[in-house]
């Protein structure tokens, strides 16, 4: 099992930063890869960014390339998401999830079988 908890949202103007942060716990060492997806309201689940956990390679989607940045602490087990530069259509519930399973489809939100509880991102024009 592995154990996820975010933090680090809230309402911000367009045009500033967050950073969210995401804390495992537990079997961590099973982590094949970590990523983050939102959801806004309506809308599918999608994917943000990902991190390889070993080797450290990374995903991201095209609508948050430039402007969001995934990097992880790993003495703390922890991941971080540093948005920059955010627009309103970015916000969203934002979810840190990890996925165990060796090849794991990065983009793929049913691929990840451990999920956090959420966090609101609220960005306004």
């Known amino acids: 099992q592995v154990q996820l908890v975010e933090s680090g949202g809230g309402l911000v103007q367009a045009g500033g930063s967050l950073r969210l942060s995401c804390a495992a716990s537990?079997?961590?060492?099973?982590?094949?890869?970590m990523g983050w997806f939102r959801q806004a309201p309506g809308k599918e689940r999608e994917f943000v960014v990902a991190?390889?956990?070993?080797?450290?390679?990374?995903y991201y989607a095209d609508s948050v390339k430039g402007r969001f940045t995934i990097s992880r602490d790993s003495a703390k087990d922890t991941v971080y998401l540093q948005m920059n530069s955010l627009k309103p259509e970015d916000t969203a519930v934002y979810y840190c999830?990890?996925?165990?399973?060796?090849?794991?489809?990065?983009?793929?939100?049913?691929?990840?079988?451990?999920w956090g509880q959420g966090t609101q991102v609220t960005v306004s024009s």
């Open positions: 537990g079997r961590t060492f099973s982590t094949y890869v």
């Open positions: 999830a990890a996925a165990t399973a060796y090849g794991s489809a990065y983009g793929t939100p049913n691929e990840y079988n451990y």
């Open positions: 991190l390889r956990w070993s080797g450290g390679k990374t």
